[in-house]
């Protein structure tokens, strides 16, 4: 390897490889110098932004941001909420996208290429946002937290991806779990999902991330504001703050005065954080989800 | 054939096993078989039958003039002039052009730029380095539109924000950008582009990974440079990869990132910011024309649906096994 990399060194390929270098090094730090700005500015002081004689990191620091966080009642609310809804959000994705994809990989299932047609074809068309709207409102959702989890609860590609996976698992073991008295949904739970874990952590990975990060469903969804989201309440603090160029309707007279900036940037390092945490499981697994999906059955 | 004998075939089928004539059985026999995995798929199923396909069947309100207080049902028929309205409507020309012309800047400036980010990182040679830029590059695709927004806004911000204290030592006065409509699309593709270019460079980097080696090696005895390398070698075996995505994104020319635009989009520069998305959501959820707005949806639907399918069936044609 180093004898070739030697014998194909000319002038201008060094110069290439020194470029090629310099930028990946370049745009891997733009893709993430975003963050440290915010994290940074989340720690300083007030007084440090009106007078802005830095750019990217302050030079006094303070906790008073993240104490008006600890302190801001809807704020700790919203974090609340989201929590919630990623708990139970996953949790009731996991049991509606498993329960369904195992039937649906056992090809002898009589109707199972009718259902699966069903699922793909709500991949390319649905009803839409109003009457989606109109249905959840009329099964008496709205403004509760199932809002947020039902209407989503299965992914129609999760789906496809995890049943494609359990039609890769060694038919014998359903077999010989049947002969031993097992019914299917004993086979299930105790032969099929233990096989199955790393897929499982994978996908309730993607669906919490999801779930973390959702704020339209809520928006159109939630009325009252004690039941947003922390995404939905960051939004309203940075469009009210834009001098309620949005939706000026719907400014939160509790806030008072408009939040600080560094109170701002404190409340996105508090909604990224989870993310940041959870991706080095996430990358673990996501190159194997993106393309095991490409597997067509 | 007497009529009696056919019906003494058809008891007979009754009466006899179906298995004992080598015919199909009834689905009943399957459905004692099978009935813990029907029950399993009980849930499933109710979920797709409420919140997938009763919304579809509430897309008849497109032809109604609907009333909350007469329901789906005895609400007054009106035929397509919901329709007709909207295609009259100036906002539908409109709404178009933006959804197109945004489309196209994505198809130009932010489509090749996975592709090139793959190339050039197939050509390091350090795989520590590789694998640390490859870690970074994917961070941005697991963050919300939310935090993408507000870190644009405080990044951006006319107080405050340091791009814009740049802007006033340069050129003495500050740029607003977040309530320019000049400022509008630029700022779209630089959010898409730093969110989404590293995510992208994984597809063509597996497909990259296939190529065999000895390819690569043929063509150095052969004496080929590695400016020939790329581009009679690498260029080609990702090509085929290239056109499939490219003719699925022309089948979803209709769909730029909704909750992006919906966030980036303010008084200020909505002329120019309005997609057929956006717009449902501004006259259907906020202005309660719940019939109007759903005319809109449905047209958008059907549109997106045939262009996918007809896109679809080109990446077939195109050798590739399409998505379908």
Redesign the interface.
Known sequence: MKL??L??N?PL?VA??LF??L???T??L???L?FF??IA?SFATTYE??T?PF??VPQTFTAASYIYILKSARLLQSIYISVIRTVLGTLTNM???V??A???A?K???GRSL?LN???F?M?????????????RS?GLLDKIGALI?????SAWN?IVIKNFFQELPPGLEEAARMDGC???RT?WHIVLPLSMPVVATFSLFYA?GH?????DAL?YMQSMSKWPL??I??QM??V??GA??DAAMIDASYGTLPE?GV??A??VV??VP??MI?PL??KH??KG??VGAI?G | MPIFFLQERRLANILTPATALGKKKP?LV??IR?R??????I???L??L??????????I?AFQDYSPFKGFLKSNWVGLRNFYDFFINPDFLRLLRNTLVMSALNLLFFFPMPII?AL??N????FL?KR??Q??????H??????V???T???L?I??G?VN??MIKLFGHPIDF??SEAWFRPLILIQLI?KET?WGT??FL?ALAGVDVELYEAA?VDGA??LRRLIHITLPSIMSTIVVLLILRIGYVLDNGF?QI??M????NHSVADVF?TY??EV??RLGA?SY??AI??F???V??IL??STNFLAKKAGQ?GI?
């Open positions: 070739k990399f014998k194909n000319s390929g290439f490889d090629n270098v930028f990946l090094a745009y891997s733009l893709a993430i975003p700005y915010v500015g932004f009106r802005r750019f990217i049991f509606f996208t329960t369904m195992y039937p649906l056992r002898s299932l009589k259902i069903l699922v793909v709500t390319f068309f649905s009803g839409g946002m109003i009457p989606t709207f109109l249905v959840v099964v039902l209407p989503g609860a299965i789906l019914n299917d949904m299930l991330v973390w990060n959702a704020f339209f159109i995404q939905l960051l939004r940075i469009t703050a834009q160029l949005g900036d701002k940037m409340v996105i909604s990224t993310i940041l991706y996430l990358q996501f190159t993106v393309l067509k | 689905f399957y459905l099978d813990w995995l029907y029950f399993l798929l849930p499933g199923v979920y797709f409420v919140f997938k396909y009763a919304p579809m069947w509430g897309l309100i980010l050039m990182l050509e390091l040679r350090n380095f640390t830029v870690t970074i590059i994917y961070i941005p697991f963050i919300s539109m939310v935090i927004y507000s870190i806004y405080v990044i911000s107080m405050g340091p204290g740049l977040l309530a730093w590293g994984i597809i597996a150095i440079g590695r909750e919906f966030l989009t303010n008084a200020l998305d449902v959501y259907g959820l719940f707005s759903t949806g449905m958008k639907a059907v997106g649906l996918i399918w096994s379908m």
